[in-house]
């Protein structure tokens, strides 16, 4: 059975740091690309962050670019989203992702275009 599972959510004060991570298990995802998305409440699912599977690609949402950093490490099929100088509007539950098709030249940005995801983990940023 294959999971995806987040942690290192949390509450945390306006301009802080949090550190998620995404371990899978039940399958290796290291010809896959691993995508990072959140959901605050009322809001659509939004694209935050994708890493390609060699790591030698990234693309980053403009509401998070030079805040957040997205990693991954294959030998432990886990990826990471270092998140800096948080703000309210960070506020929302992140759910990490794997794209559907191992080995692409293109990022995927859109949620479509991933097949397997985590249960989310919930972050939460006081002002």
């Known amino acids: 059975q294959v999971q995806l599972v987040e942690s290192g959510g949390g509450l945390v004060q306006a301009g802080g740091s949090l550190r998620l991570s995404c371990a899978a298990s039940?399958?290796?995802?290291?010809?896959?690309?691993r995508g990072w998305f959140r959901h605050a409440p009322g809001k659509e699912r939004d694209f935050v962050a994708v890493?390609?599977?060699?790591?030698?690609?990234?693309i980053y949402a403009d509401s998070v670019k030079g805040r957040f950093t997205i990693s991954r490490d294959s030998t432990k099929n886990t990826v990471y989203l270092q998140m800096n100088s948080l703000k309210p509007e960070d506020t929302a539950v992140y759910y990490c992702?794997?794209?559907?098709?191992?080995?692409?030249?293109?990022?995927?940005?859109?949620?479509?275009?991933?097949?397997?995801w985590g249960q989310g983990t919930q972050v939460t940023v006081s002002s």
């Open positions: 992702a794997a794209d559907s098709k191992p080995l692409r030249s293109t990022l995927g940005v859109a949620s479509g275009e991933y097949t397997y």
């Open positions: 039940g399958r290796t995802f290291s010809t896959y690309a």
């Open positions: 890493i390609s599977w060699n790591g030698g690609m990234t």
